[in-house]
């Protein structure tokens, strides 16, 4: 009952540096969505996908890319690290095609940019 | 613009009963979800309401006025363990998720 798994969990990068983080589901979800988490703020959508070979840009995509080559994985890159990145990230996972249909998160990835 | 409005933290009593009110203003609505955040894990699902009405779930219940644009989180017999966020998100037009800064509710014994 792995459900949605994220790694690294914790990562300290210095501004310009580079890092991926994975996500991975093991539930058959179609949808797949990178939120980041911020004091005071609620969860914004970075990027999101419907579906293996899809992605498409959330609330705040800038400073972000994505891929999702097999179903089961979904990739958030950052290609140059800046301060305004440092957040908690969450993936989550759900159901195609189920209005009433619950996401799943991953423990969240905290990343802090010096 | 799209808003989702919480009070930012509550305190209540172990034992006692609370309400954690949500307001929006989206555009389109097809839902609204509760999920419960523990200090440093992920959101874990509560609860959806799409028709008016209250929705209730062992101590857990949640309220929905879709004229009003009003939505509220009634907790019951509180218990240590339901110290946490509690985060309130609309599914607008597009099916996509708005959500709120979250209410952090502090139980005291």
């Known amino acids: 009952n792995a459900g949605v798994t994220q790694t690294p969990k914790f990562r300290v990068l210095k501004t310009g540096q580079s890092m991926t983080l994975l996500c991975a589901q093991d539930?058959?979800?179609?949808?797949m969505y990178w939120y980041r988490q911020d004091p005071g703020m609620g969860l914004r959508l970075i990027h999101y996908?419907?579906?293996?070979?899809?992605?498409a840009k959330g609330e705040v995509p800038d400073g972000y890319n994505v891929s999702r080559l097999k179903k089961q994985n979904f990739l958030l890159g950052l290609e140059s690290a800046a301060p305004s990145q440092t957040s908690v990230y969450f993936c989550?996972?759900?159901?195609?095609?189920?209005?009433?249909?619950?996401?799943?998160f991953g423990e969240g990835s905290r990343l802090t940019v010096l | 613009g799209q808003n989702i409005d919480q009070p930012t933290e509550m305190t209540a009593t172990e034992g006692a009963i609370v309400q954690i009110n949500c307001t929006y203003q989206?555009?389109?609505?097809?839902?609204l979800f509760w999920y419960q955040q523990h200090a440093g894990e992920a959101p874990t699902f509560l609860s959806y309401?799409?028709l008016d009405g209250l929705e209730e779930k062992g101590r857990f219940s949640s309220f929905l006025s879709r004229s009003k644009g009003y939505s509220y989180l009634l907790l019951k017999e509180l218990q240590m363990k339901d110290s946490a966020s509690y985060l309130c998100?609309?599914?607008?037009?597009?099916?996509?998720?708005?959500w709120g800064a979250g209410t952090k509710l502090i139980i005291k014994p």
């Open positions: 309401n799409v």
């Open positions: 539930m058959n979800h179609e949808y």
């Open positions: 989206t555009s389109g609505f097809n839902g």
């Open positions: 998100a609309v599914q607008d037009s597009n099916y996509q998720l708005i």
């Open positions: 989550a996972s759900k159901l195609a095609g189920v209005v009433t249909g619950e996401l799943f």
């Open positions: 996908s419907v579906g293996e070979g899809t992605t």
